[in-house]
T-cell receptor, first 113, second 110 residues
Framework: EAQVTQNPRYLITVTGKKLTVTCSQN?????MSWYRQDPGLGLRQIYY???????DKGDVPEGYKVSRKEKRNFPLILESPSPNQTSLYFC????????????FGQGTRLTVV | QKEVEQNSGPLSVPEGAIASLNCTYS??????FFWYRQYSGKSPELIMF????GDKEDGRFTAQLNKASQYVSLLIRDSQPSDSATYLC??????????FGGGTRLMVKP
């Protein structure tokens, strides 16, 4: 089954404790991205990647890191999480760039206390 | 001014009616326009995309794009209670980024 898989689905952590949210797609898509979704603010793009070893900042990259060592994986790293990073996070992938349909993962609800 | 704007709603329509959802965007150079549907607690899923001025129809859904006026709309004919969801407009505002509007919550009442 074609899908984008995020883990974990739910995470509660403490301020400053490094964490990684994994994202994997099995569709051989080139483009992958991370979004956060907050009430009243909608989906905002954090980082995106056009292909392996190519990543770029989105609208809200502060406090986040990403890497794209393999085509299928695009982990989101929070080196020192803060409470304002409490949000619902979505990973998405597209076949080629953003002009094609984005397939979203199930979402990760992160709470930083 | 937000780059992609939608009325947050809720937009309430009776079952069987036409629901009209609107989205305006700020960058005249935008080329790609998408409508995603998001049920409560779920991930967004693509309904339609449109690249050229005019109408594009797919079943009960019609996307309309007017680049001169910088708006894109989604019409849902014969609205069903199962259409109740938040509808997200997404636009390639610049570069390789996709910018989403805040979404319009649609409620279809039986």
């Amino acid at each position: 089954e074609a899908q984008v898989t995020q883990n974990p689905r739910y995470l509660i952590t403490v301020t400053g404790k490094k964490l990684t949210v994994t994202c994997s797609q099995n569709m051989n898509h080139e483009y992958m991205s991370w979004y956060r979704q907050d009430p009243g603010l909608g989906l905002r793009q954090i980082y995106y990647s056009m292909n392996v070893e190519v990543t770029d900042k989105g609208d809200v990259p502060e406090g986040y890191k990403v890497s794209r060592k393999e085509k299928r994986n695009f982990p989101l790293i929070l080196e020192s999480p803060s409470p304002n990073q409490t949000s619902l996070y979505f990973c998405a992938s597209s076949l080629v760039g953003i002009d094609t349909e984005a397939f979203f993962g199930q979402g990760t609800r992160l709470t930083v206390v | 001014q937000k780059e992609v704007e939608q009325n947050s709603g809720p937009l309430s329509v009776p079952e069987g009616a036409i629901a009209s959802l609107n989205c305006t965007y700020s960058d005249r150079g935008s080329q790609s326009f998408f409508w995603y549907r998001q049920y409560s607690g779920k991930s967004p899923e693509l309904i339609m995309f449109i690249y050229s001025n005019g109408d594009k129809e797919d079943g009960r859904f019609t996307a309309q794009l007017n680049k001169a006026s910088q708006y894109v709309s989604l019409l849902i004919r014969d609205s069903q209670p199962s259409d109740s969801a938040t509808y997200l407009c997404a636009v390639n505002v610049w570069g390789n980024m996709l910018t989403f509007g805040g979404g319009t919550r649609l409620m279809v009442k039986p």
